[in-house]
């Protein structure tokens, strides 16, 4: 994988900034990749510990090597039970802040999930963000931006990972010896996050949600179907999120067909069904729709009951598809 990060410029430029000791002290990764989240905040904690920095961490000197194991007493990560950085584990991350270093001269907190972080605890990290002691790194991952606070963003480094190429992503697939036809479809739907490309490797039910989704697209034509639909959606609460966002990503692809900006590498079984599929819909009503896929997605991170969200997500649909007629 460190092969792979450094076909960006991403580490190496980060590299020249610690050697030069101008890196901030707050470093805010924004990705939808929880994969690439990991990967890069892990390389760049090496990098600040690294005995043999070059364009990047050794992989070998004892910091890299205890980081790479997860025990380095220097380096710690958030949260350590929940899924969240609740206040009180706020609390605790600002009061170990402020204690030295056990092994090094330097302390890196790395803090997943940051944009899932309440309010109270952003505030209660502001503090040590403005005037963080000499020695302390904090880095943020981040998956939504806009749900981090303004003052908070305004006191880190923001970088944007880039997405993984369909070549970066086959290697890293490679393990779990996918037909042809399941790779297309896991390379397509993930949208070049390898974490949701591997999750989708791994779904013994992958294939059967895409063509859910694709005989919906197809054949959803009436509101008398939609009962039909819906009832098996009604099952699918726990990967209701996953089927937004291969419903959302057959949106873009028929945009494209639509729009020829994008020339799409798909086999011919799947370049047939996007062609008649892309003569259903007319460019507003796939704009609408992908507009719609956000919608049903807010619904549910705001907890709002789930089989009106359906409900509302299907009716929409049709209403798109209708009105644009």
Not at 242 to 265: G, P
């Given at each position: 994988?460190?092969?792979i990060l450094k076909e960006n410029k991403i580490l190496?430029?980060?590299?020249?900034?610690?050697?030069?000791?101008?890196?901030?002290?707050?470093?805010?990764?924004?990705?939808?990749?929880?994969?690439?989240?990991?990967?890069?905040?892990?390389?760049?904690?090496?990098?600040?510990?690294?005995?043999?920095?070059?364009?990047?961490?050794?992989?070998?000197?004892?910091?890299?090597?205890?980081?790479?194991?997860?025990?380095?007493?220097?380096?710690?990560?958030?949260?350590?039970?929940?899924?969240?950085?609740?206040?009180?584990?706020?609390?605790?991350?600002?009061?170990?802040?402020?204690?030295?270093?056990?092994?090094?001269?330097?302390?890196?907190?790395?803090?997943?999930?940051?944009?899932?972080?309440?309010?109270?605890?952003?505030?209660?990290?502001?503090?040590?963000?403005?005037?963080?002691?000499?020695?302390?790194?904090?880095?943020?991952?981040?998956?939504?931006?806009?749900?981090?606070?303004?003052?908070?963003?305004?006191?880190?480094?923001?970088?944007?990972?880039?997405?993984?190429?369909?070549?970066?992503?086959?290697?890293?697939?490679?393990?779990?010896?996918?037909?042809?036809?399941?790779?297309?479809?896991?390379?397509?739907?993930?949208?070049?996050?390898?974490?949701?490309?591997?999750?989708?490797?791994?779904?013994?039910?992958?294939?059967?949600?895409?063509?859910?989704?694709?005989?919906?697209?197809?054949?959803?034509?009436?509101?008398?179907?939609?009962?039909?639909?819906?009832?098996?959606?009604?099952?699918?609460?726990?990967?209701?999120?996953?089927?937004?966002?291969?419903?959302?990503?057959?949106?873009?692809?028929?945009?494209?067909?639509?729009?020829?900006?994008?020339?799409?590498?798909?086999?011919?079984?799947?370049?047939?069904?996007?062609?008649?599929?892309?003569?259903?819909?007319?460019?507003?009503?796939?704009?609408?729709?992908?507009?719609?896929?956000?919608?049903?997605?807010?619904?549910?991170?705001?907890?709002?009951?789930?089989?009106?969200?359906?409900?509302?997500?299907?009716?929409?649909?049709?209403?798109?598809?209708?009105?644009?007629?």
């Amino acid at each position: 994988m460190i092969e792979i990060l450094k076909e960006n410029k991403i580490l190496e430029n980060l590299s020249k900034e610690i050697k030069e000791n101008k890196l901030s002290h707050g470093i805010m990764l924004i990705s939808d990749d929880d994969f690439a989240l990991t990967t890069y905040s892990t390389e760049i904690a090496k990098m600040l510990m690294c005995e043999n920095l070059q364009n990047c961490a050794c992989q070998e000197c004892l910091q890299c090597r205890k980081i790479m194991h997860n025990n380095h007493a220097d380096v710690v990560c958030y949260p350590k039970v929940k899924n969240v950085i609740a206040t009180e584990e706020m609390l605790e991350i600002v009061n170990e802040a402020y204690k030295t270093p056990f092994e090094t001269n330097k302390k890196i907190f790395i803090l997943n999930n940051a944009s899932e972080m309440n309010n109270q605890a952003q505030n209660k990290l502001l503090k040590t963000l403005e005037e963080p002691p000499l020695y302390l790194y904090f880095i943020l991952n981040v998956s939504n931006e806009s749900k981090v606070l303004p003052t908070v963003k305004s006191r880190c480094r923001k970088i944007y990972l880039p997405k993984f190429t369909i070549q970066q992503m086959k290697e890293e697939l490679k393990e779990y010896n996918l037909s042809s036809d399941v790779l297309e479809d896991v390379l397509i739907f993930s949208n070049g996050s390898i974490a949701l490309a591997k999750k989708f490797a791994q779904d013994e039910t992958f294939v059967n949600t895409v063509n859910f989704v694709l005989d919906l697209w197809l054949n959803m034509t009436h509101s008398s179907l939609m009962l039909k639909y819906a009832s098996k959606l009604y099952l699918k609460k726990n990967s209701f999120e996953d089927i937004l966002k291969i419903f959302s990503k057959v949106a873009e692809l028929l945009i494209y067909e639509k729009t020829k900006t994008n020339k799409l590498q798909l086999s011919t079984k799947r370049q047939n069904q996007f062609s008649i599929l892309a003569e259903q819909f007319s460019l507003p009503a796939l704009k609408g729709i992908s507009e719609n896929c956000i919608t049903a997605n807010e619904r549910l991170q705001r907890n709002c009951n789930y089989n009106i969200t359906i409900d509302m997500f299907l009716m929409s649909f049709l209403e798109e598809k209708n009105k644009w007629r």
